[in-house]
């Protein structure tokens, strides 16, 4: 057990400075381009999907949880809503980014995040469109920095997002290295999340975890061949990070709140399966 707790801290360790680097970057680009992007797209019309599904993959502090809010207050649709959700990166591109995962690899995941969010929500606009739906702008408590810690400095909020995410690293590969350990190597290969379909399933559920842990556990199952690339897809696509949790506070159309809810999984776990068949 002493080993297996010390290789889960030394894994940990090597990624801290890494991580620390990234956020620090992160925080950087928030600073100066965040309320520009959320300008951007509260301009952007129609076009609001294509261009809320590139900033989506920006890495940028509460994107997804302003976007709650704008959507909350009507400026923007729901179409732009669910591309900056799917193509949002949340934990997973620090991660990745740490891992020193190649370049090309990252670029296709965030590439095929961005391209589904763009398709799902200019096909929901349209047909929202074609059904007479119109999306009247009513701003009410629009909080552009709802759970953004740069205010705090960027030192100071990387410091803090390190900390974070590497306890939950730390938590997932114990998990692992115990599970190594007691059943061997084949058992990776061999969990229910590696399985086609129902991996998707329920890593879709996971993804929906209103925090970041959603995608971290994702991230690391995923780096350490736990799960399937069509299943880390669907998690990856349904994870707002808190952006869900945003929107359920501030849009109290609870009915609504579920549709969206649904309709997030509903394309996460799609694009999933579809994914896994065909990679």
């Given at each position: 057990?002493?080993?297996?707790?010390?290789?889960?801290?030394?894994?940990?360790?090597?990624?801290?400075?890494?991580?620390?680097?990234?956020?620090?970057?992160?925080?950087?680009?928030?600073?100066?381009?965040?309320?520009?992007?959320?300008?951007?797209?509260?301009?952007?019309?129609?076009?609001?999907?294509?261009?809320?599904?590139?900033?989506?993959?920006?890495?940028?502090?509460?994107?997804?949880?302003?976007?709650?809010?704008?959507?909350?207050?009507?400026?923007?649709?729901?179409?732009?809503?669910?591309?900056?959700?799917?193509?949002?990166?949340?934990?997973?591109?620090?991660?990745?980014?740490?891992?020193?995962?190649?370049?090309?690899?990252?670029?296709?995941?965030?590439?095929?995040?961005?391209?589904?969010?763009?398709?799902?929500?200019?096909?929901?606009?349209?047909?929202?469109?074609?059904?007479?739906?119109?999306?009247?702008?009513?701003?009410?408590?629009?909080?552009?920095?709802?759970?953004?810690?740069?205010?705090?400095?960027?030192?100071?909020?990387?410091?803090?997002?390190?900390?974070?995410?590497?306890a939950f690293i730390l938590i997932v590969c114990?998990?692992?290295?115990?599970?190594?350990?007691?059943?061997?190597?084949?058992?990776?290969?061999?969990?229910?999340?590696?399985?086609?379909?129902?991996?998707?399933?329920?890593?879709?559920?996971?993804?929906?975890?209103?925090?970041?842990?959603?995608?971290?556990?994702?991230?690391q199952l995923y780096l350490e061949g736990a799960?399937?690339?069509?299943?880390?897809?669907?998690?990856?696509?349904?994870?707002?990070?808190?952006?869900?949790?945003?929107?359920?506070?501030?849009?109290?159309?609870?009915?609504?709140?579920?549709?969206?809810?649904?309709?997030?999984?509903?394309?996460?776990?799609?694009?999933?399966?579809?994914l896994g068949m065909i990679l």
């Amino acid at each position: 057990m002493a080993d297996i707790i010390l290789d889960a801290l030394l894994d940990t360790a090597k990624l801290i400075p890494f991580l620390f680097l990234t956020y620090l970057a992160m925080e950087y680009l928030e600073h100066k381009t965040g309320d520009r992007s959320r300008k951007l797209i509260q301009k952007a019309g129609k076009f609001g999907p294509v261009i809320g599904g590139v900033l989506g993959i920006v890495p940028q502090c509460g994107f997804s949880a302003a976007a709650s809010n704008l959507y909350a207050g009507r400026v923007i649709t729901l179409g732009t809503l669910m591309a900056i959700y799917l193509s949002t990166s949340d934990e997973m591109l620090p991660i990745l980014i740490s891992e020193q995962v190649a370049a090309g690899t990252i670029m296709k995941i965030l590439l095929v995040k961005a391209c589904t969010g763009i398709v799902a929500g200019l096909l929901i606009d349209l047909v929202l469109r074609r059904k007479g739906v119109e999306e009247q702008e009513h701003i009410h408590d629009i909080c552009e920095h709802e759970h953004c810690h740069c205010e705090k400095g960027i030192f100071r909020s990387a410091f803090s997002h390190t900390l974070q995410i590497s306890a939950f690293i730390l938590i997932v590969c114990f998990a692992l290295n115990l599970l190594l350990h007691f059943a061997g190597e084949d058992a990776l290969a061999n969990l229910i999340l590696n399985k086609p379909v129902i991996g998707s399933v329920l890593a879709g559920i996971v993804g929906l975890i209103p925090n970041c842990a959603g995608s971290v556990v994702i991230t690391q199952l995923y780096l350490e061949g736990a799960m399937g690339i069509g299943a880390a897809m669907a998690g990856l696509l349904t994870g707002t990070g808190v952006g869900l949790l945003v929107l359920l506070r501030v849009n109290h159309n609870r009915r609504e709140n579920l549709k969206i809810l649904g309709l997030l999984y509903g394309i996460g776990v799609l694009m999933g399966i579809v994914l896994g068949m065909i990679l």
